[in-house]
């Protein structure tokens, strides 16, 4: 009876530790995926810029803008934009799809506003 009290002793420490590794396994796995894992509430556009990056060219004299997950530097076009530079300047530093796709009144740009932007593609 005793060799049989021990050797339970014995399976139910082993047990323990094993299920504590594997407790301490999933817990770093866990820990990994989500470092690994970008957060699906931040809008990250293609190719790895970042919004932070394209926040930092927030003004007219340096304007970057995300549209449709590209970057664009539009600081030249400043004074050429038939909607005034106000229209543009609202987006700098930020994500001008919405603004560009509905000119901030429900209406689309032409094709010839594509192929200006295209133009101004950083990446």
């Known amino acids: 009876m005793k060799?049989?009290?021990?050797?339970?002793?014995?399976?139910?420490?082993?047990t323990f530790?094993?299920?504590l590794f594997y407790i301490l396994y999933?817990?770093?796995?866990?820990?990994i995926n989500r470092?690994?894992?970008?957060s699906p509430s931040?809008?990250?556009?293609?190719?790895?810029?970042?919004?932070i990056d394209i926040s930092k060219h927030n003004k007219i004299?340096?304007?970057w803008i995300s549209y449709q997950g590209h970057i664009y530097d539009i600081t030249a076009y400043f004074g050429s934009h038939p909607g005034g530079n106000s229209a543009m300047a609202?987006?700098?530093?930020?994500?001008?799809?919405?603004?560009?796709?509905t000119k901030d009144q429900g209406?689309?740009?032409s094709q010839t506003a594509h192929d200006i932007l295209r133009q101004f593609l950083i990446q």
Do not use: M, N, W
Request: net charge positive; with cysteine; aromatic share 6%.
């Open 107 to 109: 209406s689309s740009h």
């Open 61 to 63: 004299t340096d304007c």
């Open 17 to 19: 530790f094993l299920l």
């Open 42 to 51: 931040v809008q990250t556009p293609k190719l790895g810029v970042s919004t």
């Open 3 to 14: 060799s049989l009290l021990k050797h339970l002793s014995r399976l139910a420490i082993l």
């Open 90 to 101: 609202a987006y700098c530093g930020g994500d001008g799809t919405k603004g560009f796709d």
């Open 35 to 38: 470092v690994s894992t970008p």
């Open 26 to 31: 999933i817990i770093r796995t866990d820990a």
